[in-house]
């Protein structure tokens, strides 16, 4: 299994995760790592001696420069990984925050993701100092306990730099959110899986060209657009993809694009309905959570069954009642608009339903950006 060009390294994964094989490997290449070799391991948080040296046994051999464990595997594991193979290990939010740190656009983004790897390497921080009182660190990892116990202090006094400066934005932030909501202008976010088309739905409703591709996390900090719909001002926010079992470190980072999902007034469910109905009805159940990790789920929403232009008419019929049960098992009700961002199939019937839901369906019929590059009629 390997990536077109990377830095050499293995991936231990474990039995439990291991649907999520592709999903691992996708993030291993977007952060540019060529996985060279996979592991199972029975635990999401340690490795068993024997694996241990299997792994270390072959890594004489392929010379890999990292190794991925996709878990959240204990600092303990972490530390036992790094001496026996004296290579740098990766647990799977580390993986994400690589990602996120070649994406970032803003200040703001790029204090969040340094805040967030600070919070996650403490853990490891404060067990290499216990493992250098156990007599076990001197000569590994540099000079021993002294330098690690000076780089802990030079961490947490980060940390709590960091959080003031975040705030200060923040507070910035809420002054512009507040302002906008003020002026009576309708707010959609526009939320959904990593690389299922946010981007480029909000890029044909608004006549924007911002950055779009397969990687994951192209958009980090989110991006607002107000336009004419049905003669409604509504402002449309691209936000950051949602991954499966999101981990609370990034819910904690990234609080500030999340809150602007929470105080919307309507959320715009992006799905890819090109991909099977398991990894649909997975992504969709992933979204949902992480939804209601943020108390999002009582908003009113509409759900975009996006890229149909790449699904044939029966396959489409089943995917959205894949899409309506998946609803009625949540205990949610929403309308499901098939859509193509690719050549704006739907993307009246679309606007029409969020407009519906924002009370204003008897108004004009048409969406005209105002002051943008070109005029679209839908």
């Known amino acids: 299994m390997k990536s077109s060009l990377g830095e050499k390294a293995y991936m231990i994964i474990p039995r439990s995760l291991l649907d999520h094989l592709e999903e691992a490997s996708v993030l291993a290449g977007v952060a540019g790592y060529d996985i060279v070799r996979v592991w199972r391991t029975r635990y999401t948080w340690r490795v068993g001696r024997g694996l241990v040296d299997a792994i270390a046994r072959e890594a004489e051999k392929d ?33 994400i925050l690589e990602i996120f740190a070649k994406h970032a656009g803003s200040r703001e983004a790029l204090l969040q993701i340094e805040m967030a790897r600070i919070k996650h390497e403490l853990p490891l921080v404060r067990e290499w100092i216990r493992r250098s009182k156990l007599g076990e660190l001197p000569g590994f990892l540099g000079p021993g306990g002294y330098a690690i116990d000076s780089y802990y202090k030079h961490l947490t006094s980060r940390l709590s730099k960091l959080r003031r400066e975040l705030r200060e934005l923040r507070k910035v932030r809420s002054v512009r959110l507040k302002a906008r909501r003020e002026s009576g202008m309708i707010h959609v976010a526009i939320v959904g899986y990593a690389s299922a088309g946010k981007t480029s739905l909000f890029n044909a409703i608004t006549g924007e060209s911002r950055r779009v591709g397969e990687e994951y996390f192209t958009t980090l900090h989110p991006k607002h657009k107000a336009v004419q719909v049905n003669g409604v001002k509504i402002v449309f926010i691209d936000t950051v993809g949602f991954i499966r079992d999101v981990p609370p470190e990034i819910v904690e980072a990234f609080h500030s694009v999340l809150e602007e999902i929470r105080i919307s007034d309507v959320i715009m469910f992006v799905v890819d309905v090109s991909e099977s109905d398991n990894i649909v009805r997975e992504k969709v159940a992933a979204g949902i959570e992480t939804l209601a990790k943020i108390e999002a789920l009582g908003l009113p929403m509409v759900i975009a069954a996006n890229k149909i232009d790449k699904v044939d008419g029966e396959a489409l019929d089943s995917k959205v009642k894949l899409l309506e049960s998946a609803a009625l098992s949540a205990g949610l009700k929403f309308r499901v608009v098939p859509t193509s961002a690719l050549d704006y199939r739907g993307l009246k019937e679309l606007l029409s339903a969020i407009t519906s839901i924002i009370g204003c369906s008897g108004a004009r019929e048409e969406m005209v950006e105002p002051g943008g590059p070109r005029e679209r009629i839908f």
């Open 63 to 95: 010379k890999p420069s990292t190794i991925i464990f996709y878990g959240d595997p204990k600092p303990s594991t972490v530390f036992t990984l790094t001496k026996t193979m004296k290579v740098r290990v990766v647990d799977r939010v580390a993986l």
